[in-house]
């Protein structure tokens, strides 16, 4: 991101950075924590870069020194507590506070504000779940092998590649059988079929 471009900047924390910071740290470190924890607020700008008990948690451009990062690293502290932001969430902070940790929050949010906020974020976030995506109508990606596969195939192999795996060698005649015949013990006739037909296919047998 460009240290000096404002306007980019102002897209970055708003779509990156806010978003985060409210849903996963004003419980503990805002205006509208039951108990503000470690001393520390991260809901304006100036209580962010004073920090809490232990210092600054953000010192604009310098990653190397902000608590913030560390303790989302879980390097000393594990913030959030018990859980861990994805790798492009921690990747997302560090590059806030790279180019400067711009921040427009002047002033602390109200406790109704922050619960808007805290809504606003949480909508966003959840506007992203495949679930609520609007329907299309989309062409199974071109695979150069595997002229076996079918269309549903061809989507998993292609995400599959994504993430470097491959499909498993097809199946022999007698594996489905063992696949339906467990499927059937343990599940019921029902299940049991469709399991094992789920299988045959990701196993990419053709007959
Ligand atoms: C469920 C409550 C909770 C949440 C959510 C939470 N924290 Fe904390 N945080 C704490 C507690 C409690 C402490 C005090 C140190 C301790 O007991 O581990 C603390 C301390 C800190 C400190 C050190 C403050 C100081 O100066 O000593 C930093 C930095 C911090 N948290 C960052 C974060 C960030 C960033 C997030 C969000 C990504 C976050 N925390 C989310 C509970 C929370």
Same mark, same amino acid.
Do not use: I
């Given at each position: 991101m460009a240290k000096g471009d404002t306007a980019e900047q102002q897209e970055f924390f708003e779509k990156r950075v806010r978003p985060l910071l409210v849903r996963h740290?004003?419980?503990?470190? =805002?205006?509208? =924590?039951n108990e503000v924890k470690g001393g520390l607020?991260?809901? =304006?700008r100036q209580a962010a870069q004073q920090g809490g008990d232990s210092g600054p948690a953000v010192v604009p451009g310098k990653a190397a020194e902000s608590l913030l990062l560390s303790a989302v690293r879980h390097e000393? #502290?594990?913030? @959030?507590p018990g859980r861990k932001l994805s790798e492009p969430e921690i990747q997302s902070l560090t590059e806030w506070i790279e180019s400067g940790a711009f921040d427009p929050r002047d002033h602390p949010p109200e406790a109704g504000e922050v619960a808007s906020e805290t809504f606003e974020a949480l909508y966003q976030d959840r506007r992203q779940w495949w679930s609520l995506q609007p329907i299309k109508s989309s062409e199974p990606p071109l695979l150069d092998?595997? @002229? #076996? #596969?079918n269309s549903i195939d061809r989507f998993i192999v292609a995400k599959l590649r994504e993430k470097h795996l491959e499909l498993a060698p097809p199946a022999d005649a007698v594996s489905p059988r063992l696949l339906c015949g467990h499927g059937v013990a343990s599940d019921g006739i029902a299940t049991g079929a469709v399991l094992g037909r789920s299988r045959f296919r990701i196993l990419g047998a053709s007959d």
């Open positions: 740290c004003y419980e503990c470190h =805002s205006g509208a =924590s607020r991260l809901d =304006s000393g #502290l594990e913030m @959030p092998s595997s @002229p #076996l #596969l």
